[in-house]
């Protein structure tokens, strides 16, 4: 099974917020606005972490 996107979407959250937690390691928060309910934008979340993950895997 391939999962490549030929015309890859663009995926872009409102904000990414990082956090020191007490034992010093990062978490982050991601901040989506929505006016109103939208079922498609559940697909988006795992898309959103998946790139979180991606970007600040090793990062702490």
Do not use: F, T
């Amino acid at each position: 099974m391939e999962l490549n996107e030929r015309l890859p979407a663009e995926y872009m959250a409102d904000a990414v917020i990082s956090i020191k937690g007490p034992d010093g390691r990062k978490r982050y928060v991601i901040v989506e606005i929505q006016r109103q309910y939208d079922k498609r934008k559940v697909w988006s979340w795992a898309a959103y972490v998946g790139g979180l993950m991606g970007r600040y895997q090793n990062r702490r």
